[in-house]
Every structure is written in structure tokens, then in C-alpha cells.
């Protein structure tokens, strides 16, 4: 099956690092693989090893439902790191013993680090809907800082840290440290990711470089992950190690690899159904969740969707779980219609 919580668009769960997890987590058990992508997964120095959880970047997610690319699943992946040229000496030392540790503690396969030929020059943007977005001011750094990596060290994933305007006392920071509002860099991360995982067809994940908050007693529980330190780095290494390679058509396919029309279920946001993967995997059972809000309003149905909508994530889990049993979930109703003969 495959999870979806779009990036930026302020959803109430999964919006925020990691709160998500625990729905993968309740998932797990009912699934031979749940596909998923960093938005979901990610909780800053939080993380969870689900095994059948699928790590799979934005744009790659989207070509993999349109039938485009298939995965591969994996036992490890050598993992490089870009740098942004625009950290400042003490936050870059602060990420690469992030590296370090997670080399000593974790065994992570993390093998050569790079720095960009120049500052990304990372911006901000907000748009009318309320989403994040952002752009990049040096985006072929980017690309010859990866293309190198890949060239040179042959690594088979990227972690991406890029230096993020600071919004120190901003009122859209304040909300979303007390759990409402949107998270500002998501969209700007997303930016960086499908950029390396388009011109290269390689994993990729995105970690933003920031200075530390002051401390604020009434952060929400939703946003607390973000708090415990410099860096956000951890959760992307783990996820990395792991995710699948991403697999062109014109390859031999293999009984190891999984491609769309292996897809069963589709889970995501009920206001936030038009983007790419959720299009192509519309024909699936797709699970349609209320409770998960967002700041768009674009439903299933007009869309041509034949969704079941679920009020929560745990009504959602249930349908699931009901398909899995071989029921049709559209039966669990008072109000069943007749067929006509």
C-alpha cells in the first residue's frame, strides 16, 4: 500500500516532524510493504526501523505510481552528504558530528562528504493557499556537488544539508511551534530532493541547516522533535541507508522489485487528493481520511475518485484491515445498496 501526507500543505497529522510514525507504525502489521515518503517518516533525531516501511523521495514516489519507475528494495546503500556552502563553520561542525554519530552508533554506510561550489541561497515563499514553497539561487551547485558524488565516490543516496533563512520570532514560526499553522520549510525541501532525484534517479533526502531556537516551555508535543537540537539529520541517514533504488522501465524486471501495478491501497488526506501519485493510484482502494486537514480543499470525488472516506486514521486502519480479510470495505455499512438484476 502506499501512505501519503503531501509536504507544506499544513496537514494536522503528518504536517510536523514525524507525526506521522505512529500511523505507519499501526499500519505495519497489516502490510507486506507500506510506501512512503520522507514527509511522513522523518522526525528530526526521531525515527523508528519499520521493515516493511518503504522510504521513497517525493518526485520518485510520483514517477513509481505512474508506472515510470519501479523499486527496488535494498539491503543498504552507501550514503554521500552535500553541504551547502552557506553554513557557517560551527553549524557545519555541529551536522558532521551528526555524521559521526550516526557512523559510531548506528553503522551507518555514510562514505564521502562534499561541500557546494557556492552558497545555495535558499528563499522562502508562501503561497496564496497558505502551501510552502521556495527556490533555490545556485541550483547547478547542487547538481555538480551531486553529479560528483556520484561520478567520483559511487554513492547510492544523497543527504542534502542547505543553509534555510533563520525567522527567528516570525508569527507563522510561533504557530507552528504551538501545533497550528504550516511548516515554512517543507516546501523548499521538497524544492532541493526532486531535483537530484530527477536529474539522477538516486535517493535523495534533504535535512535544513538552522540556528537553534531559544527555548520555549510551550512548544506542542507535534512540533517538540524539532527542539532537541542542531540538527534535523539523523532521521534522513536512517531513512537513506535503506530506501530502494529507483528502477528505469527499460530495466530487466525482477520478482524482487515492486512497481505500481502491485499497488492494493492508497492512503491519504481527504482535502488534499490531486497530486500526482494520488491521480495515477486513483483506480486502487483508495482511503480517503477526514481528520487529516490541510490548508487545501481538494476532495476525491470531483476528481473522479471512488474513495472511502474514513473520520480518522484508526477508521482508516480498520478498512484496511477489512480488505485485507478479503471484505469488500464499501459492506461495512448500515446502508448497503441492492444490486439490480
Not at 281 to 289: K, Q
Request: charge should be negative.
Amino acid at each position: 500500500m502506499v501512505l501519503i501526507v503531501p509536504t507544506g500543505i499544513g496537514a494536522a497529522i503528518g504536517g510536523y516532524a514525524g507525526d506521522a510514525l505512529p500511523v505507519v507504525k499501526a499500519l505495519a502489521p497489516l502490510c507486506d510493504r507500506i510506501i512512503t515518503h520522507p514527509n511522513v517518516l522523518n522526525g528530526a533525531q526521531m525515527y523508528w526501523p519499520i521493515p516493511q516501511a518503504l522510504y521513497v523521495e517525493g518526485y520518485g514516489l510520483d514517477q513509481f505510481a505512474a508506472g515510470r519507475w519501479g523499486l527496488q528494495p535494498v539491503h543498504q546503500n552507501r550514503i554521500g552528504v552535500i553541504f551547502d556552502q552557506g553554513i557557517e563553520p560551527e553549524l557545519r561542525d555541529r551536522h558532521r558530528q551528526a555524521i559521526e554519530a550516526a557512523r559510531a552508533t548506528l553503522g551507518l554506510p555514510i562514505t564521502t562528504l562534499i561541500e557546494t561550489d557556492a552558497p545555495l541561497d535558499v528563499t522562502l515563499r508562501t503561497a496564496a493557499s497558505g502551501a510552502s514553497w521556495g527556490t533555490l539561487g545556485n541550483p547547478g551547485s547542487l547538481l555538480r556537488a551531486a553529479d560528483q558524488l556520484i561520478t567520483t565516490s559511487g554513492v547510492e543516496a544523497i543527504a542534502v544539508i542547505a543553509r534555510f533563512p533563520d525567522d527567528l520570532g516570525s508569527e507563522a514560526l510561533t504557530a507552528y511551534r504551538h501545533g497550528s499553522g504550516v511548516d515554512a520549510l517543507a516546501g523548499a525541501e521538497a524544492v532541493i530532493s526532486h531535483l537530484i532525484v530527477r536529474e539522477f534517479g538516486i535517493p535523495c533526502a534533504h535535512a535544513p541547516a538552522l540556528a537553534p531556537l531559544p527555548l520555549d516551555p510551550d512548544v506542542a508535543p507535534r512540533a517538540a522533535a524539532e527542539e532537541l537540537g542542531y540538527t534535523f539529520l539523523p532521521c534522513v541517514l536512517v531513512g537513506l541507508a535503506r530506501a530502494p533504488r529507483l528502477i528505469r522501465p527499460d530495466s530487466c524486471r525482477t520478482p524482487s522489485q515492486i512497481w505500481a501495478d502491485q499497488v492494493d491501497a492508497l492512503i491519504v488526506p481527504a482535502a488534499a487528493c490531486g497530486g500526482s501519485a494520488t491521480l495515477s493510484l486513483g483506480n486502487r482502494l483508495v482511503i480517503a481520511v477526514e481528520a487529516n486537514t490541510t490548508t487545501l480543499n481538494v476532495p476525491p470525488e470531483p476528481l473522479g475518485i471512488r474513495a472511502i472516506r474514513a473520520r480518522s486514521y484508526p477508521e482508516a486502519i480498520g478498512l484496511l484491515a477489512a480488505y485485507r480479510a478479503g471484505l469488500d470495505p464499501h459492506l461495512l455499512h448500515p446502508a448497503i445498496s441492492p444490486l439490480n438484476l
